[in-house]
């Protein structure tokens, strides 16, 4: 279809008078899951937020299905932005909430069904997830690797076309790695898109076609996997394989808080 994808054409941002982005270019091609690679704090983070217009970039484009976000009323970039969900990192789930509750919310909210409806698709989603028993838990009660079950179903609840995922696997086990991979290349399978940022290759590679580089505010390659592990880039090696002279290579490491979340 054209006019369909999410694109991003030379955004720039800054924060507190530091640049995080410049001139970023970015395409999210429905059915062609990507993931960005970068190193704690490059701004992949940012780079979800500025997607779904939760700040105003300061400079360039970003289109949601053919639709220029910037500058959109409120009720209208809500509408625009619908067909995304986000998986955020640490699965932000409301801890006052059961985990039913969590993945009913935004059904419940936008009030177009019954409590009944809701609830077969809470069932269902919890269910693709593999956690229907843990419906009536808080997540104070559920491990790591739930929470971030329990965040899928959660984004799934609204039948997205696109799914963020941030940073999904980091601080799980090998298991809880295998399981989330495994979600997400079943929702693939069911034609979702997704958009993965992490600093985890192994993740990386087991869910994407295509990658981002984020290094140092810009984009310094995209591609596929084998154009990846074969680019002619320094600190695109490093990142693959790092050694001591990363240390210094990437900015920001130094005393910066470089402990997985
Ligand atoms: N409100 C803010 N004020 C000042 N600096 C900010 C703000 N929000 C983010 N930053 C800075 O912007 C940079 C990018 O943050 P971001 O969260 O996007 O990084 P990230 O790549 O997602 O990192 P991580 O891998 O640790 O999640 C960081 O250096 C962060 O300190
Ligand atoms: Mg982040």
């Keep these: ?44 983070t940012t780079i979800l937020k500025l997607l779904l217009g939760l700040m105003p970039a300061d400079s360039g484009s970003i289109s949601i299905d053919g639709v220029e976000i910037s500058e959109l009323p409120e009720a209208r970039l809500r509408e625009v932005r619908r067909p995304i969900a986000v ?42 997830v593999g956690l229907e028993d843990a419906i009536d838990l808080y997540p104070a009660e559920l491990s790591g690797g739930m929470k971030k079950r329990v965040a899928i179903a959660r984004a799934l609840a609204a039948d997205p076309d696109y799914i963020f995922f941030d940073e999904p696997t980091t601080g799980l086990d090998p298991i809880g790695v295998f399981n989330i991979c495994d979600l997400m290349r079943r929702l693939q399978q069911q034609g979702k898109t997704t958009l993965t940022v992490t600093h985890d290759l192994h993740t990386a ?3 994407s076609q295509r990658f981002s580089f984020l ?11 084998e154009e990846l592990l074969a680019a002619d880039l320094e600190v695109l090696q490093e990142f693959l394989t790092p050694s001591e002279r990363s240390l210094f290579r990437f900015t920001g490491w130094v005393g910066a808080d470089h402990e997985t979340k």
């Design 87 to 128: 998986v955020f990192q640490g699965g932000a789930l409301f801890d006052s909430m059961t985990v039913g509750e969590n993945v009913g919310y935004r059904l419940l909210e936008e009030g177009k069904r019954s409590e009944q409806e809701i609830e077969r698709v809470v069932l269902e989603k919890l269910g693709f």
């Design 215 to 225: 290094h140092e505010s810009r984009l310094v390659f995209e591609g596929t996997k």
């Design 205 to 207: 590679f087991q869910v």
């Design 1 to 44: 279809m054209p006019g369909t994808g999410i694109r991003m054409q030379r955004v720039s941002y800054s924060v507190g008078g530091r640049e995080i982005l410049r001139d970023f270019d970015l395409t999210l091609e429905k059915g062609v899951d990507r993931t960005i690679l970068g190193v704690s704090g490059a701004g992949k």
